[in-house]
């Protein structure tokens, strides 16, 4: 999951921050936890206080995570539902160029 979560982030770069900061969160969240268990396969008793600490890190990246999912489904359901106030989400459309925008720019 957390190269599935990664892949994401890569692709939300061009969505907005909201969705950078979800999956970030996400990969995080996969790979402390993933941390986690591995120490617990590997002998319990001698990181016993290290699993927890990457339990923790897990959870605290899990509520960043979900945070930002609920600040996005304000903004899309106040759009949804055309209220007057609109909340920030922090566009990054024309931070990365598209593919298509590079080729035309090689073209001139």
């Known amino acids: 999951m957390a190269v599935l979560s990664a892949i994401f982030l890569i692709c939300s770069l061009k969505t907005n ?3 950078v900061i979800i999956f970030a969160s996400l990969v995080g969240v996969f790979g402390a936890l993933s941390g986690a268990y591995f120490l617990l396969a590997a002998d319990f008793a001698g990181n016993a206080a290290t699993v927890g600490t990457f339990v923790k890190v897990g959870g605290m990246f899990g509520f960043v995570a979900s945070l930002a999912g609920w600040w996005i489904f304000l903004s899309i359901m106040l759009s ?29």
């Open 80 to 108: 949804t539902m055309d209220f007057p106030v609109a909340i920030p989400v922090g566009d990054l459309s024309g931070w990365i160029r598209s593919g298509s925008q590079k080729e035309s720019f090689m073209d001139v």
């Open 17 to 19: 921050v909201v969705f």
